[in-house]
């Protein structure tokens, strides 16, 4: 079967103000997230891109945005959203919307987008269905694909969850492995409110088995007890009952 190489996939979209182009840029994608609706059984498909530090572009010194916050973006065809965090919760920034929404930036000044195009490159996977193709698989060096699938019994809705595995556990004599990989884009199927993009977190997928997983949903947390300070981690953790599977694209 073929499968997304992550190594070689990107966006690439071009960002004007006032009308004039200020920039193109060429984003790693790290993650799919592709959502079926019940009702007419078509899918959209969400991307993660890889995070960067906010900055002013094509300065000669300076360009590092003081306060600093890491930035990265959900694409898709129709939608995107440019999350934006910093030290401190209070101050963090989500601007969600159609791909061409004009977003206000750190001088204040308002840009959008005047074009999003993807670079998707395929390779050949071949599916690991036991413990120990996938533990041989791991030792020898390959390139590991997941993919997890989540349904919602009551709305019908299903989720096609993708991801590359950086970071992979085995234990030989056992035939026991574990994943646990992320950022990924985790989707609420449960919401009635907002947008497609606006309904996806970031969170890690672990897993040591092919039947059930666990998520740390990226989420405002407090930093110290009775006190207001709060920044995002993962910290929500939950437990689902999951189909996964495990691909090699060596």
Not at 16 to 43: F, M, P, S, V
Not at 151 to 163: K, N, P
Not at 216 to 232: D, G, I, K, M, N
Request: aromatic share 8%; proline share 3%; with cysteine.
């Amino acid at each position: 079967m073929e499968a997304l190489d992550y190594n070689r996939s990107f966006a690439i979209n071009t960002a004007a103000c006032d009308g004039e182009e200020k920039n193109t840029c060429r984003t790693q994608l790290l993650a799919r997230c592709e959502i079926e609706t019940a009702d007419t059984g078509q899918a959209e498909a969400f991307f993660l891109g890889k995070e960067c530090i906010g900055e002013y572009m094509y300065m000669e010194g300076g360009i590092a945005q003081v306060p600093t916050s890491e930035v990265c973006t959900i694409f898709s065809r129709k939608e995107s959203s440019l999350l934006k965090r910093f030290a401190n919760h209070e101050n963090d920034v989500v601007q969600a919307g159609p791909i061409d929404i004009r977003r206000k930036g750190f001088d204040g000044s308002y840009s959008y987008w005047t074009g999003l195009h993807f670079s998707l490159k395929q390779t050949t996977a071949r599916h690991l269905s036991t413990a120990e193709q996938i533990i041989d698989a791991t030792l020898a060096g390959e390139v590991l694909l997941g993919r997890t699938t989540l349904i919602d019994t009551e709305s019908g809705q299903r989720a096609l969850l993708e991801y590359p595995i950086h970071y992979m556990n085995v234990h030989p004599p056992e035939k026991r492995f574990q994943v646990d990989v992320g950022p990924i884009l985790y989707p609420d199927l449960t919401a009635t409110t907002g947008s497609a993009v606006e309904r996806l977190q970031l969170a890690y997928v672990m897993f040591n088995q092919l039947h059930e997983v666990e998520f740390a949903l990226r989420v405002p947390t407090q930093v110290v007890a009775e006190q207001r300070a709060e920044v995002l981690h993962y910290s929500q953790v939950i437990r689902v009952k999951a189909e996964s599977k495990l691909f090699s694209l060596s």
